[in-house]
């Protein structure tokens, strides 16, 4: 079992920046691949970024240049820089682990116009 905790989420205005955290635990977690999605209000989940465990990483057009996904494996944490936010990057951002099919509770980020 993989617990996944999320933070960093927030209010912002456009243009400002936030950094999201999502440390793992349990006995069976296993650095492979972690993914961050969002969903924003009224509509499913979207993908936002991956990292793998040798640091290969891969983006959704919508954040690419914006976003920074990395990681810090002695912490077990996947970390998600978020630049030159915008009113549409409003949404519940989630961890997900999916060699263990695993979800963390979300962090909120809102972005005013």
């Known amino acids: 079992q993989v617990q996944l905790v999320e933070s960093g989420g927030g209010l912002v205005q456009a243009g400002g920046s936030l950094r999201l955290s999502c440390t793992a635990s349990?006995?069976?977690?296993?650095?492979?691949?972690i993914t961050w999605y969002r969903q924003a209000p009224g509509k499913g989940h979207e993908f936002v970024a991956l990292i793998n465990n040798v640091g290969g990483t891969n983006y959704a057009d919508s954040v690419k240049g914006r976003f920074t996904i990395s990681r810090d494996a002695a912490k077990n944490t996947v970390y998600l820089q978020m630049n030159r936010l915008k009113p549409e990057d409003t949404a519940v951002y989630y961890c997900y682990y999916p060699q263990g099919d695993s979800w963390g509770k979300g962090t909120q980020v809102i972005v005013s116009s």
């Open positions: 349990g006995s069976t977690f296993n650095f492979d691949v």
